[in-house]
């Protein structure tokens, strides 16, 4: 009843298209969303499900990373962070004082010898991918884990979708953002249909999770 049906709308920031002022207004505010609406502290929380018991040195890839800003906020002792995105312009945002190495590479086509990371996670993709993009890219972010993989991403549903609808018509968000935030909630995926994806990959076991705010958790182990 609150959930609205799955429609693929393109979004501006994956074109090429974009003048680069409009292009850095939206990673602003979208820097601005994972701090302030919880995408960085979901990011944290999952990880910590998968960390092993003991501190030790530990590697994590983060697939579709955009800025890197949720990797770079991570605290851990002794971590090797690498973010991987397809846009170069992206991965160069605010790169200066970042602790993550950032390597350009498709997330169907990992760039990455078989086990070159522990945990292999990614923040805010899943809804760019069909059902099988989406069982191939955990497969292949599997084949690069040595533990696991953690993906998350808003849940399709009205409440969010009204939420940056306000945002728009408020004016409080760039012009890239205000297509491109309404249009990731409709590609989005329920709870559900996230678990019947992850059904089909070869893991371990794995669990789907709720997450506030309107955002669920994959976690996946080899």
Known sequence: MLTPPRIDVPELLDEDSEASEEVERSLRDLRRFNSLAGGARVYRRLLRRMLPDHPARLTVIDVATGTADSLDRIDHPDLFRVGMDFKLEHLLYRRNGSRVRRVVGE???????????????????????????NVA????????????????????????????????????????????????????????????????????RFEAVRVWPFRFGLLLWR
Do not use: K
């Open 107 to 133: 997330a169907l086509r990992l760039p990455f010898r078989d086990g070159r990371a522990d945990i292999v996670t990614s923040a805010h993709f899943f809804h760019h991918l069909s059902e099988e993009g």
């Open 137 to 204: 890219m955990l497969q292949e972010a599997l084949r690069v884990a040595r533990r696991g993989v953690i993906v998350n991403d808003t849940r399709r549903h009205y409440v969010p979708l009204l939420f940056v609808r306000l945002l728009s018509a408020l004016r409080l968000v760039g012009r890239i953002t205000r297509n491109d935030a309404p249009a990731s909630i409709l590609r989005g995926y329920t709870v559900g249909e996230a678990r019947a994806i992850a059904s089909r990959v070869a893991a371990s």
